[in-house]
Structures are given as C-alpha cells and as structure tokens.
C-alpha cells in the first residue's frame, strides 16, 4: 500500500496478517512494525520464512507493546539470532492474550532459549510453544521436549 505525503492513517480492523514465506527481510519487517500501532485487533501474525535477522527482530521488538490483542505469533524459519531474540524475550512478557507461539529455526543458543523459556512460563494464557528444532547439517534435526507449566496450570510442551 503506497500512501501520498501527509496522508492520515486510522487505526485499521486487521485482525489477520499471514505473510509466511513473503521474504520482507529486515527493512520490511521494521516497516510493518511501525505500522502495529494502527493493527490494535491483531490476532494472528504470521512472519515465518521472511529473512529476519536480529536487525528486524530488534526493531520488532520495539513496537511489539501495541500488539494487546496478539494470540498467535509465528517467526519460524528466518534467522534472529541472539540479539534478536534477546530484544524479543525483554517484550514478549507484555503480550498477555499470546497462545501460541512458533519460534523454531532461529539460530539461538541454550542460554536465550532458557531464558525466553522463563519468559515464556510466566505468561498465562499461553498454551502451545513450538521452540525445539534446530537444523543441523545433512538436514538433521534434533529434538528436545520440555513441559512447562504457566501460572494458570496449562503445560506448555517445548
């Protein structure tokens, strides 16, 4: 969408963003971000597969505090990195409505995983987490389930 200079934007009823596999990279993602503001329905953001980098992850990040409504968040397949997903983990606690959350094959190590996993247990509506696959070489993959249980007794298998 291509806007005129001084055009006003209002608040849209965009409840749904599936951009799965769109490759918006870095730039892209920071311009959706500065958009959250106006997307105070969203429920579901699908941003799997787009290149990200800890860069986008980042500026996400900050602008992830308009996203009240958020239930389902998919960031899978791209590559955020510690940074990124340290920027994440420091804004997720405030996505209260989150139920699902995808963040598998982000190139993150034990330590960030743990502490989003702490992160992540303390948030009460959340009830599904896919969080464990790391790709290896020859396409192997190696699984780890863990069961966590958020204050509201829900496990959340990781």
């Known amino acids: ?33 500065e958009m959250f503001c106006y997307l105070p329905s969203l429920k579901h953001l699908d941003l799997s597969d787009n290149m990200i980098t800890s860069t986008g992850a980042t500026a996400m990040a900050a602008h992830m505090s308009h996203l009240q409504q958020l239930e389902w968040l998919d960031l899978s397949g791209n590559d955020i990195g510690e940074d990124g997903a340290t920027a994440m983990n420091e804004k997720l606690a405030h996505l209260q409505q989150l139920k699902y959350l995808m963040f598998t094959a982000n190139n993150t190590s034990t330590n960030v995983k743990k502490s989003l996993l702490n992160t992540l247990s303390n948030m009460e509506n959340l009830s599904e987490v896919k969080f464990s696959t790391e790709m290896f070489s020859y396409y192997r993959y190696v699984y780890h389930l863990s069961v966590y249980i958020n204050k509201k007794g829900s496990r959340l298998i990781i």
Do not use: C, N, T
């Open 1 to 33: 969408v291509v806007l005129p200079v001084g055009h006003r934007v209002q608040q849209a009823d965009v409840q749904e963003l599936k951009l799965g596999g769109s490759y918006i990279g870095d730039e892209g993602v920071r311009l959706l971000a």
